[in-house]
């Protein structure tokens, strides 16, 4: 059976010759990305089973003829590029199609399917939503991770076993960070790492540091350290969230830090004046942000540092104890 190309939104898809002239039209004109959601009709459409509805209908066959996006998880765009498919079931989620009408949300959670979309794509791939999501959908992310707090069980799931209780086998975890805005004097933070590591005492502490040029050079002559404390609520706006990273003035009493690291120095300003990043947990090795200057002085007003914060775990960099 032959077949003919069909282009929408920088795809090409196929869509066998036998199919009438009308339906394939229909086809080209109505295909949008799917998300999760039901059209004005009532029909569910989501990942890959709308993908697969549609390859019965154009076929009139059973479940014996799958869809090509069966065979292999990404699809090629025509600049020869690919887009892996959970990857693109995450971003179509934050960002659904405006002809959906959304799901009640009082019918699910947003944030458990969010972070069951989050485990389907494997560890090594993870780290390309730094760049798939843009700086919206990141708050987007904040906004639904907040839903995880009303469903008990999903709200005791950890996004890392060490940063939640330190676990033993592990010296050091890195993460890769995006923010979603923020002042120009803070740049160089729009991409950056995360070092989350053990002291001795067993308390935890991380770093935020540049990746290379003047951000690594910056980052080591005032290295920017913090200590990580399980907190249930942002102070400004009464909101749940996991953790807290606390900056302090800089000075921590830390005996033992990764190799290369620099040692503890004062935090010149913003961050000496009571800089706090809240953190959310919204998938397995995925967390989001927010950074707040509370202030030292009293009658200072909190304020926002800078946007959410996007953070995800680099598996291959983990440090293990020997």
């Keep these: 059976m032959g077949a003919t190309s069909i282009t929408s939104n920088s795809h090409r898809y196929s869509v066998p010759s036998s199919t009438p002239t009308a339906f394939s039209s229909q086809l080209k004109s109505s295909f949008k990305r799917p998300s999760l959601g039901f059209n004005s009709g009532g029909t569910e459409l989501f990942g890959r089973r709308l993908r697969q509805s549609w390859c019965t209908a154009i076929n009139g066959r059973g479940r014996g003829n799958v869809s090509a996006w069966d065979d292999k998880p990404y699809e090629v765009l025509l600049g020869g590029k690919k887009s892996y498919l959970d990857e693109q079931d995450v971003v179509s989620f934050l960002d659904p199609p405006r002809e959906l009408i959304p799901l009640d949300s009082a019918s699910y959670n947003p944030a458990a399917y969010l972070w069951k979309k989050i485990g389907d794509i494997p560890e090594e791939r993870r780290k390309r939503l730094l760049h798939l999501l843009e700086p919206r959908l990141i708050s987007r992310a904040w906004e639904i991770a907040g839903t995880r707090y009303e469903d008990?069980?999903?709200?005791?799931?950890?996004?890392?076993?060490?940063?939640?209780?330190?676990?033993?086998?592990?010296?050091?975890?890195?993460?890769?960070?995006?923010?979603?805005?923020?002042?120009?004097?803070?740049a160089w933070l729009k991409f950056f790492k995360k070092a989350i590591f053990c002291s001795k005492?067993?308390?935890?502490?991380?770093?935020?540091?540049?990746?290379?040029?003047?951000?690594?050079?910056?980052?080591?002559?005032?290295?920017?350290?913090?200590?990580?404390?399980?907190l249930k609520e942002v102070m400004s706006t009464e909101q749940p969230c996991d953790r807290a990273y606390e900056f302090g003035d800089g000075l921590f009493d830390l005996h033992e830090y990764p190799r290369g690291f620099p040692r503890p120095m004062k935090h010149s300003w913003p961050f000496n004046d009571q800089v706090?990043?809240?953190?959310?947990?919204?998938?397995?090795?995925?967390?989001i942000g927010q950074a707040w200057q509370e202030g030292a002085a009293l009658e200072q007003v909190p304020r926002k540092l800078f946007s959410e914060i996007l953070m995800v775990k680099d598996y291959a960099s983990q440090v293990k104890r020997q």
């Design 152 to 186: 008990p069980k999903l709200a005791s799931k950890n996004a890392s076993s060490f940063l939640s209780d330190g676990d033993g086998d592990i010296m050091l975890e890195v993460w890769n960070c995006r923010t979603s805005g923020g002042p120009l004097f803070l």
């Design 201 to 230: 005492n067993r308390e935890i502490y991380g770093r935020f540091h540049g990746e290379s040029g003047l951000a690594g050079i910056a980052s080591s002559i005032s290295p920017l350290y913090f200590k990580v404390r399980q």
């Design 276 to 287: 706090i990043v809240y953190v959310r947990y919204v998938g397995p090795g995925l967390l």
